[in-house]
């Protein structure tokens, strides 16, 4: 027969979250596989973070592209933000209570 060469196309599976039909008999490696994600690339405000993403074949044309987490993602971090003060203006008033501003 002619179709004797080409694997046959196992239904996915109940529990498959990320991934494409797998070839019967290659163990389920059809699925993407990724990475942990980085750190947000910003310590004050948006940036991006990344992982990687690959095939569990080795060979990411086997994978289905459509099905392909994404391996990267915007992210917004304020830890490392800091406020920046500018000097305090002189007090408003010659005697008594009076206002001080500053520009933050």
């Known amino acids: 027969k002619c179709d004797e060469d080409k694997p046959t196309l196992a239904p996915p599976g109940d529990g498959e979250t990320v991934g494409s039909r797998g070839a019967a ?12 994600w980085s750190s947000c690339s910003a310590v004050c405000g948006e940036g991006t973070r990344t992982r990687s993403v690959k095939c569990g074949t080795g060979h990411d044309e ?3 592209a459509a099905k392909r987490p994404a ?3 915007k992210c ?5 933000c800091q406020y920046a003060t500018g000097q305090w203006s002189k007090c408003n008033a010659k005697c ?4 001080q ?3 933050v």
């Open 96 to 99: 008594g209570e009076g206002v």
């Open 71 to 73: 391996a990267s993602e």
């Open 25 to 36: 008999g290659d163990g389920g490696r059809t699925v993407w596989e990724s990475g942990e």
């Open 101 to 103: 501003t500053r520009a």
């Open 76 to 80: 917004t971090d304020y830890h490392g």
């Open 62 to 64: 086997d994978c289905a």
